[in-house]
């Protein structure tokens, strides 16, 4: 690829989208040339150059990251001419680090990384991009913008928000409502994001008071063990948001000790597990808010695009999009089989 070709491809986005964008704006152009703007190659499933995508990701030491790895394996599979060369999946920095240093070696054609760290990991971000290798950033964001092509993840504030909201329209009617919340480690950007979307999503209810927050680990026995200290200190509340699917189940497990089922519960992430609770209808938990396993999908979708030098489908730009935040759909029995077969194990 010559070398202005490939400096469009990776860095040159803005000025390619403003071009296109004042193109199609101009008026007094002929309609076929104005039409012409938009006939460019657009992703589709048809088969298109072979594409080797490296993939590198954290150790699947949790329900939502093993869905991370198995969507991005399976629509790596739907693809002929896409050849997926993925790592062992790491929380070690340096072992990550060293893992995309090999993908580089091997001169994938465009590489997928969700880091264990994205500040540590900025770095060999930055040295990929330099080798003329486009990166999509998976989720956990690196710290320069110039280590990444195209970012896509969740939307941690709108998930809290989506909850606050979710829960405020249950307790419309009902006076000095009291909410609870179990958020996830505390340290976390992320579970800052949760919680302050939370928060801005409740000041819209004059009736409802976040009482008592207790933060978790993300694993079962956290969710058990901090929701047990949550009902011993709220003697009554009226519903309860769940960072996390995975210590909901422990956080279930303490509410049907205590016998306690006056509330309502969120929760957060859209395990499988939660999604039959609320298809079943036999305990507290009434919702949860989708932070999707699918962008590695999309991640895939994104690299291959890049990799055969085409557009979004649906898009009319000649390039993909520098950034993709996922939507954070509530899940309730209204819609479970909607989303169900997006439900993580």
């Keep these: 690829m ?6 469009g491809l990776l860095f040159g986005t803005a000025a390619v989208s403003a071009g296109a964008f004042l193109t199609a ?28 995508i490296g993939f590198a990701g954290p150790q699947a030491d949790h329900g939502w990251l093993n869905a991370i790895n198995v969507n991005a394996k399976s629509r790596a599979e739907k693809y002929s001419e896409v050849t997926l060369e993925i790592t062992e999946g790491s929380n070690d920095t340096a072992a990550q680090i060293g893992q995309v240093k090999t993908l580089i070696n091997k001169k994938v054609d465009v590489l997928v990384i969700l880091p264990a760290d994205g500040k540590a990991l900025t770095q060999v971000g930055l040295e990929a991009m330099k080798a003329g290798i ?8 690196f710290a320069s913008p110039q280590a990444y092509r195209c970012w896509v993840g969740g939307d941690n504030y709108g998930m809290g928000l989506n ?4 829960i405020g329209e249950q307790l419309k009617g009902k006076s000095n409502a009291k909410v609870v919340e179990l958020a996830g480690i505390d340290n ?5 994001q949760r919680s302050q979307g939370f928060a801005d999503a409740l000041k819209n209810y004059s009736n409802i008071k976040l009482v008592a927050r207790q933060a978790a680990e993300f694993t079962v026995e956290s969710g058990q063990a901090k929701m047990a200290q949550l009902l011993q200190a709220q003697k009554q509340f009226d519903a309860l948001w ?8 422990g956080a279930l497990r303490a509410i049907e000790q205590a016998g306690r089922d006056e509330f309502i519960m969120v929760g957060g ?5 939660a999604m039959d609770a609320i298809k079943a209808g036999d305990s507290v938990l009434k919702a949860t808010v989708l932070y999707p396993p699918t ?7 994104l690299a291959r695009a890049l990799g055969q030098g085409k557009g979004v489908s649906g898009l009319a730009e000649m390039e993909i999009p520098t950034s993709l935040t996922l939507y954070s759909a509530v899940v309730t029995k209204d819609n479970i089989d909607q989303y169900l077969p997006t439900g993580f194990s």
Excluded: F, W
């Design 25 to 52: 704006c101009t008026s007094n152009e002929p309609k076929e040339k104005a039409a012409a703007q938009t006939d460019v190659p657009a992703a589709d499933d048809k088969p298109g150059k072979p594409v080797t």
């Design 295 to 301: 962008m590695a999908a999309s991640a895939i979708d």
């Design 269 to 273: 992430a859209g395990a499988k597990s």
């Design 134 to 141: 486009p990166v999509v950033n998976l989720d956990r964001i």
């Design 163 to 166: 909850a606050g909201h979710y």
């Design 2 to 7: 010559p070398e202005t070709s490939r400096r």
């Design 242 to 249: 769940n960072h996390d699917d995975d210590q909901g189940v």
């Design 188 to 192: 976390l950007e992320l579970t800052k």
